[in-house]
C-alpha cells in the first residue's frame, strides 16, 4: 500500500520559516518525481515545486522561487520543502504528490498518482 505521510506544517508569522516533510512507502521510489502541491480556501490546488527523485533536478513555481527549496533523501525516501520568508499568501494546505512513471508538466497535477493528506500552513501578519 503506497503512503506519503507529510508534517512540520503549523502557524508562523510573516517572515518566518517552516520545514515540511513527506515520508514515502509502498513503492519504488528511485523514479519519477516528488512534488509540493499547496490548495487555499477558495481556490484551486496549485503546484509549488517538484524534485526528479534520481538526478535531484528540481523546478519551482514564480511565487516561491528563492524562498522555497525542495530537497530529497533517497536513502530514507523522504521529500522536504524548506519554506523561508512566509507571507500571509503562502497560507494553504500543503500536499505532497508522487509522479512514478515521471511527468512533463511538474507543476501540474494530471500525471500525480499518489497523494498525502496534507499538512496546513497558516501565515499571519
Known amino acids: 500500500q503506497v503512503q506519503l505521510v507529510e508534517s512540520g506544517g503549523g502557524s508562523v508569522q510573516a517572515g518566518g520559516a517552516l520545514r515540511l516533510s513527506c515520508a514515502a512507502s509502498?513503492?519504488?521510489?528511485?523514479?519519477?518525481?516528488m512534488g509540493w502541491f499547496r490548495q487555499a480556501p477558495g481556490k484551486e490546488r496549485e503546484g509549488v515545486a517538484a524534485i526528479l527523485v534520481f538526478g535531484g533536478r528540481t523546478v519551482y513555481a514564480d511565487s516561491v522561487k528563492d524562498r522555497f527549496t525542495i530537497s530529497r533523501d533517497s536513502v530514507t525516501k523522504t521529500v522536504y520543502l524548506q519554506m523561508n520568508s512566509l507571507k500571509p499568501d503562502d497560507t494553504a494546505m500543503y500536499y505532497c504528490a508522487a509522479a512514478p512513471g515521471g511527468t512533463r508538466s511538474p507543476l501540474k497535477e494530471d500525471d500525480y498518482v499518489y497523494w498525502g493528506q496534507g499538512t496546513q500552513v497558516t501565515v499571519s501578519l
Open positions: 509502498g513503492y519504488t521510489y528511485n523514479t519519477g518525481i
